[in-house]
């Protein structure tokens, strides 16, 4: 019986993990369908704006605190800059040049900019497996590129694709290892959310301003629908359980999500948008598969 608490949480964080694996997979599809008449810097406002207040009236609900000393704040607003503003401006830049499968494989790689940066900042090892698995993976990426090249109608659109995406993962793992320090363990998980979001949405506002005028919007009840799925699902229904899951298991077993969610992008990659799976691209999934995994075997799960 001494036993039974410990497995129901493990089972809890285990279907966590593919609840996660399934959401995040299918957001880079819909993001997609985002880049419509409206320039993706409003999209991003505008599905962050609406994140922000679900993710408040979600702490209200919850009964957790709407406000964040000092620290929490200043914290919050350096996360919420890196992870919700340019993060996915980035992102969202990116998928006019490549395939949301792809995408998603190249941010499967932001274990290796973790590890670096967790090393720094917070002080945390990897091993010989690690760099092993992470030059593996990044051979098979290379083969995805270099797929992605021959059936580009300009070798100038992948590079510029991947330069982007590439400055997205650069982003998005400082918001990780921001998650990792001990302010950000002291701060109420869903409130520290909530103000990250506002003040991710705030930045993607007045980029979006700056670069493409006054606010535009897009009526279609497709693009809404996106809007209200990458906020409420991809977003408040995700990152809880993520931070979460960085906190009870420690980064080094969460980022194994990182893996699974590729598999699933690039399967509705396939069914959506016609990716083609020829021998080069076989070969880069499985060499970047292959390698992320080894890497993961290698990493410690603590910190």
Known sequence: MTNAAPARSEA???????????????????IKDQISVVPAPWSVTWRFSLAA?????????????LLLPADGLRLAALFGLMQFNLNFQFVYAS????????VAVFFALMLVPNAVMARIFLGARFGGRFVLGSAVALGGIALLLLHEYHDAPSGMEVGTGAGLVLCAVMC??????????ATARRQPVITLLAWGLAFGALGDAAYAWVLHGPPTFDPRPQYLAGIAYLAIIGTVATFPIYTALI???????????????PVVAMALSTLFEGFRWTGLAVSGAVLAMAGLLIALSGRKTGG
């Open 172 to 181: 998005a793992s400082l918001g990780n290892v921001l998650q990792g320090t």
């Open 95 to 102: 998928e006019h040049y490549l395939t949301s499968g792809l």
């Open 53 to 65: 207040i679900a993710m408040f009236a979600l702490a209200a609900v919850r009964r957790e605190p």
């Open 247 to 261: 906190r009870e298991w420690g980064p080094g077993k969460a980022a194994y999500n990182g893996v699974a969610v």
């Open 12 to 30: 809890r964080n285990l279907a966590g993990f593919v609840l996660i694996a399934l959401i995040w997979g299918s957001t880079w599809l819909v």
